[in-house]
């Protein structure tokens, strides 16, 4: 009998060996004359026991990890393809205590199904969304997003019904569906997991946004940094087209939607959607200033909708079980669940969806397990490098939009990067004026030239030179870049600091050379 | 400026033939020029502009803004070191020190025997495994500098 054996496929799975386990594997089963089927599955996020190798068995899937290429002879031989046990065994995947806690809807397929089957994914829910979506009226559709309250996931937070219902209400047209995948926060990978673990449920979403707002293309702006992201949506997007959830008529129902992955080129700045959308018309990427929205003039001039990966991923599941059962998640105005990226120094590091309204010391502690290095934990970076580094006396903030502003901090693309107590802040705060420098677009001074001397200023604080005044000047300079800067870059980049500045100020000493 | 040599000149031609008739090209053409060539040589500047009908300066303009676009030829294998936040806090500071020395390049350089090119690069996705390191668009996480060493010999023995 053939065993189906599951070995993550996931760029960071495969980062620290899974691609020598399954080789492994295939070598080892045909030694020993012992039929497996090998599947090449998303990861589930529990980084921390990747390489994390599955098996189909009759007590369901069973789990081993972290297993190494060293392991696998071992592993056959207590019989692990049916379920024998061996020092790595952790058990039923699903009972992974790390796992069972979570609540996973946007994921719920990411790290269980085969990523380039079209079947595996209809077998799992998959386009159940889209068939519900193509009964009903347009308006009903950009009604339900509204009413689910979803909001964008890629950092803006806005309303995502809102922003569909304004390109629906536009003339009948050439409009666009498009995909933020430029993932650039530090400390952020689950727009990553998801293309590779379950691309469908991206695909089903866009092509529900493109039936919901009238538009018929649909472009997916991912970063040049994401190869194995690339392979997955591209084997994906054939797919749906062969299966016909893709194409000219969309699952039978006279609908055209076609879907086409663009590669950025390593510029941070394109996680801005304006940005985004000069560098999918072949442009260098400088922010558009706004009005008008890309949602009444985006790509080519034409009504854009822009979202991110894990917003229109998470279309599909609102569709199928409904706007209230998904609204029915979170607190206050921060509905549904979020795919928190726990990274850094952390012990068990990976994603973790739940409803908002956990606290960071949950996260840190419950779920991270503390830092990795084992040294008490001193900054939380939330939300990538224009997000505000967090002191321990306020971990317990919840996690959601409102309480993360209330403290001067941001959710973003919920990434947590933990620092043990041998960061420098003063040294983090220099690198977030560097970064800016490093990644401004150019177009409004306060940016691209308030971040160089950001840098100088503090360089002058660290050598001793006039501490007290360029600590007020750095301040001020703070300010000019928050109240002047053209978009998010420049009018973020100092949150770093500020934070820093306010919460660690100790650090903002002078160096003996 | 040099011109291409004939054979290179002809690549680029037909990646602009090939793309020229897509939304917003540009992009799409200077990835396929670097695919194929490994870099994208001032030499196919004027090229891409008359194939696409743009100014050169549009087209300077737009290789020099993003950091992913080489205008010089790199190494045989190309080593980039995360140096974002998330790996910051796991050590990727002193593992690029340790690079540097290892290879004996500053970031941006390549090594004098054209066999490595060290390049730094802000977040691969690897947050829950720093410090990341990608070698020919192959991801490593956890590296230490043991590590590294052995990935580089492996990298040295390979063509």
Redesign the interface.
């Known amino acids: 009998m053939t065993t189906t054996v599951y070995v993550p496929g996931d760029?960071?799975a495969?980062?620290?060996g899974a691609g020598e386990v399954a080789k492994a594997l295939t070598a080892e089963a045909a030694r020993r004359r012992a039929p497996i089927k090998l599947v090449r599955n998303g990861s589930r996020g529990a980084?921390?026991l990747?390489p994390l190798v599955e098996v189909a068995t009759a007590r369901g899937r069973l789990a081993y990890g972290p297993v190494t290429a060293a392991d696998v002879a071992a592993l056959f031989d207590t019989d692990f393809l049916n379920g024998g046990s061996h020092a790595l065994s952790l058990g039923a995947a699903d009972s992974i205590p790390w796992l069972k806690g979570q609540q996973r809807l946007t994921f719920e397929r990411v790290g269980i199904v085969d990523p380039a089957s079209v079947a595996d994914y209809v077998e799992h829910g998959g386009y159940q969304g889209l068939t519900k979506a193509l009964a009903m009226a347009p308006a009903a559709v950009v009604q339900a997003i509204t009413s689910s309250g979803l909001r964008g996931r890629g950092g803006a937070a806005f309303p995502t019904g809102i922003k569909w219902k304004t390109v629906l209400d536009q003339p009948a047209g050439q409009k666009y569906i498009t995909c933020n995948a430029d993932?650039?926060?530090?400390?952020?990978?689950s727009?990553?997991m998801l293309m590779e673990g379950d691309p469908f449920s991206l695909i089903e979403g866009m092509t529900i946004a493109g039936i919901a707002v009238g538009a018929t293309q649909g472009y997916i702006y991912l970063r040049?940094?994401?190869?194995?992201s690339l392979r997955a949506l591209r084997t994906a997007i054939a797919a749906a087209h062969q299966a016909g959830y893709l194409g000219g008529d969309v699952a039978g129902a006279g609908k055209r939607f076609e879907l086409e992955v663009?590669?950025?080129?390593?510029?941070?700045i394109c996680g801005e959607e304006t940005s985004m959308l000069e560098?999918?018309?072949?442009?260098?990427?400088e922010v558009r200033v706004r009005p008008p929205l890309p949602a009444i003039k985006g790509l080519?001039g034409q009504p854009t909708v822009v979202n991110n990966v894990v917003t229109l991923a998470t279309v599909p599941w609102v569709l199928a079980h409904g706007a209230e059962a998904y609204a029915g998640f979170g607190v206050g105005k921060s509905r549904g669940t979020l795919p928190i990226?726990?990274?850094?120094?952390?012990r068990r590091?990976?994603?973790v969806e739940r409803a908002f309204g956990l606290s960071l010391r949950e996260l840190l502690y419950d779920y991270g397990g503390g830092s990795?290095t084992g040294k008490p934990i001193r900054a939380v970076?939330v939300g990538g490098?224009l997000g505000a580094y967090v002191p321990s006396s306020q971990f317990d903030t919840l996690v959601d939009y409102e309480a993360l502003a209330g403290i001067g901090a941001m959710l973003g693309h919920g990434?947590l990067?933990?620092?043990?107590d041998g960061?420098d802040m003063a040294r983090?705060a220099r690198?977030a004026m560097e970064?800016c420098a490093?990644?401004s677009?150019g177009k409004c001074t306060p940016c691209r030239i308030g971040s160089t001397r950001g840098v100088e200023v503090i360089d002058r604080i660290l050598e001793g030179v006039d501490g007290e005044r360029n600590i007020r000047l750095l301040e001020e300079l703070c300010e000019t870049m928050v109240q002047g800067s053209l978009c998010g870059l420049g009018g973020m980049a100092p949150f770093p600091v500020q934070s820093a500045l306010r919460h660690f100020r100790e650090d903002f000493r002078a160096r003996v050379k | 400026m040099d011109p291409l040599p004939p054979a290179e000149s002809a690549v680029v031609r037909r990646i602009v033939a090939d793309l020229k008739g897509r939304?917003?090209?540009?992009?799409?053409v200077?990835?396929a020029i670097q695919a194929a060539l490994g870099f994208v040589p001032e030499g196919a500047v004027p090229l891409v502009a008359e194939g696409l009908n743009l100014s050169r300066a549009?087209v300077h303009?737009?290789v020099s803004?993003?950091?992913?676009?080489r205008h010089t030829r790199p190494g045989a294998h190309l080593v980039s070191l995360c140096q974002?936040?998330?790996?910051?806090?796991?050590g990727a500071q002193a593992l690029a020190t340790h690079a540097r020395r290892r290879l004996g390049i500053d970031f941006h350089q390549t090594t004098a025997d054209g066999r490595f090119s060290l390049e730094p690069?802000?977040?691969?996705?690897?947050?829950?495994?720093?410090p990341?390191v990608?070698i020919d668009?192959?991801?490593?996480?956890?590296v230490t500098p043991e590590r590294f060493d052995a990935l580089v010999a492996d990298g040295a023995a390979a063509p």
């Open positions: 760029a960071g495969l980062s620290v980084y921390w990747e993932e650039g926060d530090s400390g952020t990978f727009d990553r040049a940094e994401y190869p194995h663009r590669l950025g080129a390593g510029a941070y560098s999918l018309e072949g442009r260098r990427g080519f990226q726990l990274a850094g120094n952390i590091g990976g994603l990795a970076q490098p990434g990067v933990v620092f043990d960061v983090m690198y970064f490093i990644e677009c | 939304p917003g090209p540009l992009l799409e200077l990835h549009e303009g737009v803004f993003y950091h992913y676009f974002a936040e998330s790996c910051q806090s796991m690069v802000y977040c691969l996705g690897n947050c829950a495994c720093s990341a990608m668009g192959r991801l490593h996480g956890r």
